[in-house]
C-alpha cells in the first residue's frame, strides 16, 4: 500500500547540487509517527544515513553531512526532498528514501518498514 519513489537526475557535475525527490504514495508525510530517511551506498561500500524529516518538517541530518545536506518536503505532492551541495565523485551512490516508525539515524535494514527502489546518481564531468 506504501510507496516511496525515488525520482532526480542521473549525472550531476562536480561541485553543483545534487536535488533528489521521494514521492510517497499510500501515506501522508505529515501523519504523526514516522520519519522520512535519505540513505545511500556507493559502489562497492557500505550503506550510509544522510537525514530524516519528521512529520513537522524538522530535520535531522549526518553530522558529517552538516552544511551539505538539506531535506525539505512538498505537503501539496506528498513529497521529501533532499539537496546536497557541493558534490564530487564520492557522492555517487545509489540514493534511497525510506520510512521509519521511530527517529532512526542508522542503515540497520529492519529499522525502516518502506524502502523506495534507489536511484543512481553518477557525479562526474
Known amino acids: 500500500q506504501v510507496e516511496l519513489r525515488e525520482s532526480g537526475p542521473g549525472l550531476v557535475n562536480p561541485s553543483q547540487t545534487l536535488s533528489l525527490t521521494c514521492t510517497v504514495s499510500?501515506?501522508?508525510?505529515?501523519?504523526?509517527?514516522?520519519?522520512y530517511s535519505w540513505i545511500r551506498q556507493p559502489p562497492g561500500s557500505y550503506m550510509e544515513w544522510l537525514g530524516y524529516?519528521?512529520?513537522?518538517?524538522?530535520?535531522y541530518y549526518a553530522p558529517d553531512l552538516r552544511g551539505r545536506a538539506s531535506i525539505s518536503r512538498d505537503t501539496s505532492q506528498n513529497q521529501v526532498i533532499l539537496h546536497l551541495a557541493s558534490v564530487d565523485p564520492k557522492d555517487s551512490a545509489v540514493y534511497y528514501c525510506?520510512?521509519?516508525?521511530?527517529?532512526?539515524?542508522?542503515?540497520?535494514?529492519?529499522?525502516?518498514?518502506?524502502w523506495g527502489r534507489g536511484i543512481q546518481v553518477t557525479v562526474s564531468s
Open positions: 525510506a520510512r521509519s516508525p521511530w527517529p532512526s539515524t542508522t542503515t540497520v535494514r529492519e529499522e525502516y518498514d518502506y
Open positions: 524529516i519528521d512529520s513537522r518538517g524538522n530535520t
Open positions: 499510500g501515506a501522508s508525510i505529515t501523519a504523526n509517527l514516522y520519519y
